[in-house]
Antibody, heavy 121, light 107 residues
Framework: EAQLVQSGAEVKEPGDSLKISCKGS????????IAWVRQRPGKGLEWMGI????????RYSPSFQGQVTISADYLINTAYLQWSSLKASDTAMYYC??????????????WGQGTLVTVSS | DIQMTQSPSSLSASVGDRVTITCRAS??????LAWYQQKPGKVPKLLIY???TLQSGVPSRFSGSGSGTDFTLTISSLQPEDVATYYC?????????FGQGTKLEIK
C-alpha cells in the first residue's frame, strides 16, 4: 500500500530557512507525481506545485513560483518543499500528496499526514 | 488558469436530509473532477474521482455527477459523521486547482 510520511512540525522565526520532507513507500517512487498543498489556518486547500521524481519535471502555481522550491531525491524516495526566507504568512499546514496513477491527469491519493509550519517572532 | 467555484460556501442541514454541493469550472474539464472530504483537524480524504466514481470504502450515500463545467456532490441521507468541509478539484492539467470549499454542518 502506498504511503507518504511527512517530517514533523516546525517553529521558525521570520527570515529563517526551512526544508520539509515527504517520504514515499510501498510504490515505485520515480513513477508518480507528488504535489504540495498549503492550508492556512481556517482556510482552504491551495495547490502549490508538483514534481515528477523520475525526471525532476516541476510545475509551480504562479502564486508560489519564486516563493518556494520543490525538489526530490529518488535515492531515498523523498520529496521536499523549502523556503529560503520564511514570512509570518507562511504559517500553515503543508500536505504532500501522490497522484493516484501514473501521469499528470490524476487525482490525489494518498496524502501525507501534514507538516505544521509556524513562523513567529 | 481554470478556476473552480463551489456553492454554497457553507450549509446547515438536518440528519437524514439530501444535501447537494455544486462545483463549476471556468472551462471545460470533461470529467477530470475529484471530491474530497476534510473533517476538522484531519487530512483530506478522497471521496469521488472521474466526477462520479466512488472511491473504495466510501459510503454509498455519497454520489457525484456532471461533466464539462458543472458538477455536483450529493449526500442522499446526511449523517452526523458527514460534518466536514468538502472540496472539489480539477485534475485534467496542472495546476490541479481546488474549489474554495463547502463547510457542512448539522442543523
Amino acid at each position: 500500500e502506498a504511503q507518504l510520511v511527512q517530517s514533523g512540525a516546525e517553529v521558525k522565526e521570520p527570515g529563517d530557512s526551512l526544508k520539509i520532507s515527504c517520504k514515499g513507500s510501498g510504490y515505485r517512487f520515480t513513477s508518480y507525481w507528488i504535489a504540495w498543498v498549503r492550508q492556512r489556518p481556517g482556510k482552504g486547500l491551495e495547490w502549490m506545485g508538483i514534481i515528477y521524481p523520475g525526471d525532476f519535471d516541476i510545475r509551480y502555481s504562479p502564486s508560489f513560483q519564486g516563493q518556494v522550491t520543490i525538489s526530490a531525491d529518488y535515492l531515498i524516495n523523498t520529496a521536499y518543499l523549502q523556503w529560503s526566507s520564511l514570512k509570518a504568512s507562511d504559517t500553515a499546514m503543508y500536505y504532500c500528496a501522490r497522484l493516484a496513477s501514473e501521469g499528470l491527469s490524476n487525482w490525489f491519493d494518498p496524502w501525507g499526514q501534514g507538516t505544521l509550519v509556524t513562523v513567529s517572532s | 488558469d481554470i478556476q473552480m467555484t463551489q456553492s454554497p460556501s457553507s450549509l446547515s442541514a438536518s440528519v437524514g436530509d439530501r444535501v447537494t454541493i455544486t462545483c463549476r469550472a471556468s472551462q471545460d474539464i470533461s470529467n477530470y473532477l475529484a471530491w474530497y472530504q476534510q473533517k476538522p483537524g484531519k487530512v483530506p480524504k478522497l471521496l469521488i474521482y472521474a466526477a462520479s466514481t466512488l472511491q473504495s470504502g466510501v459510503p454509498s450515500r455519497f454520489s457525484g455527477s456532471g461533466s464539462g463545467t458543472d458538477f455536483t456532490l450529493t449526500i442522499s441521507s446526511l449523517q452526523p459523521e458527514d460534518v466536514a468541509t468538502y472540496y472539489c478539484q480539477k485534475y485534467n492539467t496542472a495546476p490541479h486547482t481546488f474549489g474554495q470549499g463547502t463547510k457542512l454542518e448539522i442543523k
